[in-house]
């Protein structure tokens, strides 16, 4: 089965910066397109940023300029580095694959308050 978990998160005042991890295990990490999701409350879960397996991101218009989504084949993780964070940023924030996602994993708050 897939695992993905989810770390990084925390709370930070409008400008800060915070780096969230994903740790896969139970696919063929290397040859899939991996993204993080985000879902903050009384909205939909929306993909925020992806990148394949040749390594092209794509990103949320929101987060252009802000979030930059990385990956590390040998350490099976995807990384989202999130710069000038804002209130609207807040959410809980989950990786999966991008196409067709499995199962969700718990996800880490990120939260962006003064």
């Known amino acids: 089965q897939v695992q993905l978990v989810e770390s990084g998160g925390g709370l930070v005042q409008p400008g800060g910066s915070l780096r969230l991890s994903c740790a896969a295990s139970?696919?063929?990490?290397?040859?899939?397109?991996m993204g993080w999701y985000r879902q903050a409350p009384g909205k939909q879960r929306e993909l925020v940023a992806s990148?394949?397996?040749?390594?092209?991101?794509k990103y949320l218009d929101s987060v252009k300029g802000r979030f930059t989504i990385s990956r590390d084949n040998a350490k099976k993780t995807v990384y989202l580095q999130m710069n000038n964070l804002k209130p609207e940023d807040t959410a809980v924030y989950y990786c999966n694959i991008v196409g067709r996602p499995g199962s969700w994993g718990q996800g880490t708050q990120v939260t962006v308050s003064s």
């Open positions: 990148v394949t397996s040749d390594y092209m991101p």
């Open positions: 139970g696919i063929f990490f290397s040859m899939t397109s």
